[in-house]
């Protein structure tokens, strides 16, 4: 059986990929180690993955904590599974809330929505785990209680972070201890979090919710001017759903439907199969004009149509409908850049992680506090930093994503895979914002049209469009293609070579004689583990 992809490094990297029967691979090596232990212990790959996520919260508070929301997609026993744990706005998030202002706030409690992440661990491990939940804390609470050493890019974020956190509630006493962050090598620990971490396994997150954690967090915002109650908390619960998909040549790309951004990576891959990508060739700058216009176009719908999806007045079909893909894909001209706006379809800070085991599971799993540290509100006494999800919403009357009481914003953070001829082939993510779905994009049209490894495709040079006219580029990206996008129009910013703006793509990817490819991409402290 021939491999899907080729087996050469183009690209400047410090990593090669792992090949292992069983592996992990997230974007701090501690997490991942802990996510590995598991398996050891002879648990299966969602064990490895709630795992390293709970990890992650520890290791890597400048991405992600306990206080955030998380998605995941799992293959297992022959069938791909979707799950979302995004929480609500508070029941007191009317419009009229937010009266005076011009747009949501960006820290603070006016952006703390309900945390879903805890809820989705125990979710995922009562539905396929094979270890006792609790068991999978153990790495995290021993990491929080006897500290480790941080590693330099994560000390590098810490401090660029806290000027902007530091005078939020509990947010210095709690990460700045001793009136800065902490320096690359310096010993981190954090009791406050191993002991809510400790009271999360033992209860089965029902204290976060429920108990005596829900009712910390919901006194803290009573006392600092949140709104989050204890009746918001209580009334989540994690949601399975089916997973949405796209084809491109022989290929599958499934995201999780929306209130996601993931149909944006979808969209854009259906507006680029009416391209012949092999014939521009790789890394060509046709290749990248064509997929800088198609994620614009998709941007456009996605920030336009997309939303919680009992709000939503166009569903994921229509978005997805291939006439309509094809006459999006129809607005792109091969010599000029385009200022996209939505169309008209018929009406009908973040980490990751990936883990997958000889048996066959695969797990695509990611949780974020969305800006860093989240809205930099900490809860005293518990290590809960609590995300900014909502600053996603938006306050323009009548739009979809309007905020209001327990609605849930349009998200960001989204899990991949791809299968091919109905069969799973590659568990994968590219975190950072709205880097997600142009990742997916660049990630899978690497795969399908040009045979790249997943560490090669995460290694080439990418490119960010935001809702403005600049199109962001790494500096590897051949100067020649730079200027014959801006040539055509693009606004290229080249950024620098430490930029950490484009992402953290780690990927699994099946063997075709058994086992898998893990990659961790070398923007990051990450690391591909396994055995």
Same mark, same amino acid.
């Given at each position: 059986m021939s491999s899907p992809f080729d087996w050469s490094f183009p690209y400047a990297s410090r990593k090669m990929p792992v090949l292992a029967a069983n592996a992990v691979a997230t974007s701090q090596p501690l997490a991942a180690q802990a996510g590995l232990r598991m398996l050891l212990a002879g648990g299966n790959a969602v064990d490895s993955a709630i795992a390293t996520a709970i990890a992650l919260t520890v290791v890597e508070p400048v991405m992600n904590g306990i206080g955030g929301d998380m998605f995941a997609l799992v293959w297992h026993d022959g069938q791909l599974h979707g799950l979302n744990s995004s929480g609500c706005a508070p029941a007191a998030w009317t419009p009229d809330y937010f009266k005076g202002r011009d747009a949501m706030p960006g820290t603070g409690w006016g952006t703390v929505t309900v945390p879903g992440q805890i809820a989705g661990w125990?979710?995922?491990?009562?539905?396929?785990?094979?270890?006792?939940?609790?068991?999978?804390?153990?790495?995290?609470?021993?990491?929080?209680?006897?500290?480790?050493?941080?590693?330099?890019?994560?000390?590098?974020?810490?401090?660029?972070?806290?000027?902007?956190?530091?005078?939020?509630?509990?947010?210095?006493?709690?990460?700045?201890?001793?009136?800065?962050?902490?320096?690359?090598?310096?010993?981190?620990?954090?009791?406050?979090?191993?002991?809510?971490?400790?009271?999360?396994?033992?209860?089965?997150?029902?204290?976060?919710?429920?108990?005596?954690?829900?009712?910390?967090?919901?006194?803290?915002?009573?006392?600092?001017?949140?709104?989050?109650?204890?009746?918001?908390?209580?009334?989540?619960?994690?949601?399975?759903?089916?997973?949405?998909? $796209? +084809?491109?040549?022989?290929?599958?790309?499934?995201?999780?439907?929306?209130? /996601?951004? !993931? @149909? #944006?990576?979808?969209?854009?891959?259906?507006?680029?199969?009416?391209?012949?990508?092999?014939?521009m060739g790789r890394d060509s700058a046709d290749y990248y004009h064509v997929s800088i216009e198609a994620m614009k176009l998709a941007f456009a719908d996605l920030h336009h149509h997309v939303a919680d999806p009992r709000h939503m007045r166009t569903d994921a079909r229509a978005l997805l409908d291939r006439a309509y893909l094809a006459e999006r894909a129809r607005l792109i001209s091969m010599d000029r850049a385009?200022?996209?706006?939505?169309?008209?379809?018929?009406?009908?800070?973040?980490?990751?992680?990936?883990?997958?085991?000889?048996?066959?599971?695969?797990?695509?799993?990611? $949780? +974020?506090?969305?800006?860093?540290?989240?809205?930099?509100?900490?809860?005293? /006494?518990? !290590? @809960? #930093?609590?995300?900014?999800?909502?600053?996603?919403?938006?306050?323009?009357?009548?739009?979809?994503?309007?905020?209001?009481?327990?609605?849930?914003?349009?998200?960001?953070?989204?899990?991949?895979?791809?299968?091919?001829?109905?069969?799973?082939?590659?568990?994968?993510?590219?975190?950072?914002?709205?880097?997600?779905?142009?990742?997916?994009?660049?990630?899978?049209?690497?795969?399908?049209?040009?045979?790249?490894?997943?560490?090669?495709?995460?290694?080439?040079?990418?490119?960010?469009?935001?809702?403005?006219?600049?199109v962001n580029v790494e500096s590897h990206l051949p100067a020649d293609v730079v200027d014959t996008l801006r040539a055509r129009g693009h606004n290229v910013a080249v950024a620098p070579v430490d930029s950490l703006e484009f992402g953290s793509a780690q990927l699994i990817c099946r063997l075709p004689q058994g086992g898998y490819l893990a990659a961790s991409d070398s923007r990051r402290d990450g690391q591909a583990v396994g055995f």
């Open positions: 125990k979710a995922l491990s009562d539905r396929f785990g094979k270890l006792p939940f609790a068991k999978l804390f153990e790495p995290a609470i021993a990491y929080a209680e006897e500290g480790f050493a941080v590693s330099p890019t994560i000390a590098r974020q810490w401090a660029n972070q806290a000027p902007k956190l530091a005078a939020e509630p509990g947010f210095a006493e709690a990460f700045l201890p001793q009136g800065r962050a902490p320096q690359a090598g310096e010993w981190w620990r954090f009791p406050d979090q191993a002991k809510t971490l400790r009271d999360i396994a033992e209860t089965g997150g029902e204290s976060f919710y429920r108990g005596e954690l829900a009712r910390k967090i919901a006194d803290y915002a009573s006392k600092t001017g949140g709104a989050l109650s204890a009746v918001d908390l209580a009334e989540h619960q994690a949601e399975w759903v089916k997973p949405i998909s $796209q +084809s491109f040549r022989d290929y599958e790309l499934h995201e999780i439907p929306p209130s /996601g951004q !993931g @149909i #944006s990576a979808l969209m854009a891959l259906g507006m680029l199969e009416q391209f012949d990508l092999e014939g385009s200022v996209p706006t939505a169309g008209t379809p018929a009406t009908g800070g973040t980490v990751y992680l990936t883990a997958a085991d000889a048996s066959g599971t695969m797990v695509s799993f990611i $949780q +974020s506090n969305y800006h860093g540290f989240g809205s930099g509100v900490v809860v005293p /006494g518990t !290590g @809960i #930093s609590l995300h900014n999800r909502g600053l996603n919403f938006v306050l323009t009357p009548g739009h979809v994503n309007q905020v209001a009481p327990r609605k849930k914003p349009m998200h960001t953070i989204i899990p991949a895979f791809v299968t091919r001829g109905g069969q799973p082939l590659m568990s994968f993510g590219v975190m950072g914002g709205s880097m997600q779905a142009q990742g997916h994009l660049q990630m899978v049209t690497r795969l399908a049209a040009f045979g790249q490894n997943p560490q090669a495709m995460s290694d080439a040079p990418r490119f960010r469009v935001e809702k403005g006219p600049v």
